[in-house]
């Protein structure tokens, strides 16, 4: 594809392609799909996780995790300050979300951190699916 | 030793003489992140003078970014009430340092937490040894800068490039890996469809291969959905040095190209 005498054009061109790339495999997934900030806020969320959780991409944008879980399960984000600490780089585990008709559905979460250019954590990819139901 | 038959502060005096002539940086803070203490080590390891660290928080003497992981491996160290072992970075004079950290709560005598101790170990030419591909060149090229940099020799040009080509290469993998999850996360749902189809109910899911496969599944798609995030980062952070170093163009030229802030390009640039 490109050759060193004439990366910039073909590189941009490629760039915009990838982000568009992963951005449609995000937004089309059959699987849901969150982005937290360092803060664990909410800053995207595909079809897929607003579907399950009820609320659309806006509501969710800038809340915290812990905000969509009942009081009780506050401490269910320790695994998840770990992973933005940097102490552990993914986890899994099981999450009872409240969602916005405020009925709670467990869903079934693999979270992973993404790092910078520098190795320092830059946010999270937080991966779920609802548990079976019997 | 003379201390275990003498006094109290006897055993203090030995105590700071070992911590102050300790060749590893050490620290105190107060919960709220105030430090208490620093040796001669962390001073000399933080490039600054003892005055601007001790009675000051994290983020009133380093960039936001980094203060929040201290902060945050501070808070799971007393939230646990356990030592805990992290790894941290310091930017010194355009210099990035890594240093695995060992944090203790500090806890008085009944019990409560009063801070933290903490104790590091400079890593950082293992983590340079450690990274790979374009990685190596970017990180190392970016220490040492200041603002615009100097205009690369033919030398150096053609090693940005072929950077850039790994960088993309980087991407066209991390692409392909990700499609291949997104397949099986779409297989997986069909799959589960049609298992509930057949009337297959909770505990044939859960203890069978497809509830298995779906935990697999989803750490694959987190990792594939990571790996191409970082890689188009590298390859963002790579074009924009290239075309500040071999193309010559501004912070701002490179900004207005790419769609992004002039202050976003020096951030990156200077990352």
Redesign the interface.
């Known amino acids: 594809m490109s050759t060193p005498g004439d990366l910039p054009e073909d590189v941009e061109a490629f760039l915009r392609r990838a982000d568009g790339a992963l951005a449609e495999l995000v937004e089309s997934a059959q699987i849901g799909i969150a982005y937290l900030t360092l803060e664990c806020r909410f800053s995207r969320a595909n079809d897929r996780f607003c579907q399950l959780t009820g609320f659309d991409e806006a509501e969710l944008m800038g809340s915290e995790l812990s905000a969509l879980l009942p009081p009780e399960d506050a401490g269910a984000c320790s695994d998840l300050h770990q992973l933005v600490g940097g102490s552990i780089s993914d986890y899994s585990t099981a999450y009872r979300f409240v969602r916005k008709d405020r009925s709670i559905l467990e869903l079934q979460a693999s979270a992973k951190l993404v790092r910078g250019t520098t190795q320092a954590p830059a946010f999270v990819v937080l991966v779920v699916e609802a548990s079976p139901t019997p | 030793m003379s201390w275990v038959a003498g006094t109290h502060s006897d055993f203090s005096a030995l105590l700071c003489d070992a911590l102050s002539g300790s060749p590893l940086p050490i620290f105190f803070k107060r919960t709220d992140g105030t430090y208490l203490y620093v040796n001669d080590a962390y001073i000399a390891a933080a490039g600054l003078e003892r005055d601007h660290i001790v009675g000051h928080t994290d983020y009133e003497i380093y960039p936001s970014?980094?203060s929040?992981?201290y902060r945050?491996?501070d808070?799971?160290t007393m939230?646990r009430r356990a030592p805990?072992?992290?790894?941290?970075?310091l930017q010194v004079n355009d210099q990035?340092r890594?240093f695995s950290v060992v944090k203790f709560p500090l806890c008085d005598s009944r019990g409560g937490v009063q801070g933290t101790f903490g104790l590091s170990i400079e890593i950082t030419d293992k983590?340079w040894s450690c990274?790979a591909g374009p990685?190596v060149a970017?990180?190392r090229n970016?220490t040492g800068r200041r603002d615009e940099p100097p205009a690369n020799t033919d030398e150096e040009s053609?090693a940005s490039?072929?950077a850039?080509?790994d960088a993309?290469e980087a991407?066209k993998e991390a692409?392909k890996a990700?499609?291949v999850a997104?397949e099986q996360?779409?297989k997986?749902?069909q799959d589960?469809a049609a298992q509930s189809i057949e009337g297959k109910?909770?505990p044939d899911?859960?203890e069978g291969d497809l509830?298995r496969r779906?935990?697999e599944?989803?750490?694959q798609?987190?990792?594939a959905?990571?790996q191409?995030?970082?890689a188009?980062?590298?390859?963002?952070?790579t074009?924009i040095r290239?075309?500040v170093d071999d193309?010559g163009m501004t912070f701002a030229e490179v900004g207005r190209?790419?769609g992004i802030s002039r202050q976003l390009v020096a951030r990156?640039y200077k990352?």
Request: proline share 0%; aromatic share 8%.
């Open positions: 970014e980094t929040k992981l945050a491996n808070a799971l939230e805990l072992q992290a790894e941290e970075f990035l890594w983590v990274k990685q970017f990180d970016q053609r490039d072929h850039l080509l993309i991407v692409e990700l499609r997104m996360t779409t997986s749902a589960a109910g909770l899911l859960v509830w779906g935990s599944i989803r750490e798609a987190a990792s959905i990571a191409y995030e970082h188009l980062m590298i390859l963002r952070l074009m290239g075309l193309h190209r790419m990156l990352s």
